[in-house]
């Protein structure tokens, strides 16, 4: 098991504002930075941890790299000092723009034994960088990347679904894009309006039209299914929810669900079964599937979401038969979860 203690620094570095960033919002944190208290969090966070648990500090929130010197290397000396103080092996990772990665940091952050640095990456088209004021284009994401691999960092990609001047076409570019990079992991986020952000004024001067959820989950899917079975490992499917971030509070429009990722996984399932019965011409009103335990909940969908689907659409009732073994077994065919991501 991995221990994560999240360290947030409220727009820390960033440059300039992206359209559709309020970083204050997102990451629930208006505090500069305390020391003392940033050590307190992490140590609260980890003091669950049982022999044998991985230890992660992850700095998050704003550009890392981008902020003073002297900064960085406060955090980072806290978090090597923090293992030294536990006896153990700490892993260290931290987030930040593609355009303020160089040489220069990736000396300071070897030196610091960071393992994973994640990129705010968004999208891999010029057009959907500038409308969104990103504030550098495609190639730096390329440089980057190219010299965090090289390093022997971890390199992970943030991508965003719904971005202005974004299109089915070019999300699809940037998922190819991303599959060539070959990071070791990725997070997939949809485009929310947060108040307090260009994007707000846009939507509300009928600028910008957010994606509707379920299209979201479609393009979240394809890029899940494309970058899992690519072999990227993606992390995370969706904003956190939080008191702030819920639709009526600084959430003004946009494919919230607080069971974003969920949804996305239960269409997958979902996909699968239909094309199961399509193929088989499936008419009984009762249809066994066979898996194990830990696949009923995602079968049967948040809320019984893919049973109500299939009981609607085709009168057909979804019935679970629990097994030992690690495969998914429909209309006498087996399935390992890579045979889910595949897609056409």
Request: proline content about 8%; hydrophobic content about 30%.
């Given at each position: 098991m991995k221990k994560t203690a999240s360290v947030y620094i409220?727009?820390?570095g960033c440059p300039n504002d992206c359209v559709f960033c309020n970083q204050v919002k997102i990451s629930g944190r208006k505090t500069n930075l305390d020391y003392k208290a940033m050590e307190l969090d992490i140590l609260k966070s980890i003091s669950t941890m049982r022999e044998g648990d991985i230890v992660e500090i992850a700095f998050f929130g704003g550009s890392f790299t981008a902020i003073e010197d002297e900064?960085?290397?406060n955090c980072l000396e806290l978090a090597n000092e923090i293992g030294r103080r536990i006896n153990k092996k700490i892993q260290i990772k931290l987030s930040t723009?593609?355009?303020?990665i160089d040489e220069?940091?990736?000396k300071r952050l070897k030196k610091y034994k960071v393992d994973t640095v994640e990129l705010g990456v968004q999208s891999m088209d010029d057009e959907v960088l500038e409308t969104s004021n990103r504030g550098h284009n495609s190639d730096i994401v390329y440089y980057a990347s190219d010299i965090i691999k090289k390093s022997g960092i971890k390199l992970g990609l943030q991508i965003m679904i719904g971005l202005p001047k974004d299109t089915k076409e070019k999300l699809y570019s940037t998922i190819e894009k991303v599959i060539d990079i070959k990071p070791d992991i990725a997070r997939i986020y949809p485009v929310l309006v947060i108040k307090d952000t260009e994007l707000e004024n846009?939507?509300?001067n009928k600028e910008y039209t957010p994606l509707d959820l379920q299209t979201t989950i479609k393009y979240a899917k394809y890029m899940y299914q494309k970058f899992e079975y690519a072999g990227i490992n993606v992390i995370r499917i969706g904003l956190q929810a939080t008191e702030n971030i819920t639709i009526g509070?600084?959430?003004v429009a946009g494919p919230f669900h607080s069971a974003?990722?969920?949804l996305v996984i239960n269409e997958i399932y979902k996909d699968k079964i239909e094309e199961e019965l399509l193929k088989n011409k499936y008419t009984s009103d009762v249809l066994y599937i066979y898996s194990p335990k830990k696949y009923t909940s995602k079968i049967?969908?948040?809320k019984k979401r893919n049973y109500d689907y299939f009981k609607n659409k085709y009168n057909i009732q979804i019935k679970i038969k629990n097994i030992d073994d690690d495969k998914i077994i429909i209309l006498g065919e087996e399935f390992s979860w890579k045979d889910f991501l595949k897609t056409n």
């Open positions: 409220p727009h820390y900064v960085q290397d723009r593609p355009d303020k220069k940091v990736i846009m939507y509300y509070n600084d959430v974003f990722g969920e049967l969908g948040n």
